[in-house]
């Protein structure tokens, strides 16, 4: 009995000894999980830049491909379609009654 308090004792304190570095652990590993996510993330942004960059220093097209567009200029019996997001108005957005 008295050797059931005494190992049930040892392994409160080991518990308290080392719950908080647990927690702190937990805490950091999740930070290391959103860092890794933004990293990521710029990563990507990184990769599409140079791609843009190597293709203005060696593609001719697309370096006037993407002046056309800036300046908003055609060349004769072309069409040009414009797939720009819609922007939302006032008008457009409605309050949904409550259900009674």
């Given at each position: 009995?008295?050797?059931?308090?005494?190992?049930?004792?040892?392994?409160?304190?080991?518990?308290?000894?080392?719950?908080?570095e647990?927690?702190?652990?937990?805490?950091?590993?999740?930070?290391?999980?959103?860092?890794?996510?933004?990293?990521?993330?710029?990563?990507?942004?990184?990769?599409?830049?140079?791609?843009?960059?190597?293709?203005?220093?060696?593609?001719p097209?697309?370096?006037?491909?993407?002046?056309?567009?800036?300046?908003?200029?055609?060349?004769?019996?072309?069409?040009?379609?414009?797939?720009?997001?819609?922007?939302?108005?006032?008008?457009?957005?409605?309050?949904?009654?409550?259900?009674?």
């Open positions: 009995m008295i050797s059931g308090f005494i190992l049930l004792g040892v392994l409160l304190v080991i518990l308290a000894a080392f719950y908080p647990w927690v702190r652990y937990n805490s950091l590993a999740s930070e290391l999980d959103e860092k890794r996510a933004i990293l990521q993330a710029q990563e990507l942004d990184r990769d599409q830049r140079e791609r843009e960059v190597h293709l203005l220093q060696t593609d097209e697309y370096v006037e491909i993407i002046a056309r567009d800036k300046i908003g200029v055609m060349k004769p019996d072309e069409q040009v379609f414009r797939l720009d997001a819609p922007v939302a108005s006032e008008s457009s957005v409605r309050a949904v009654p409550d259900a009674p």
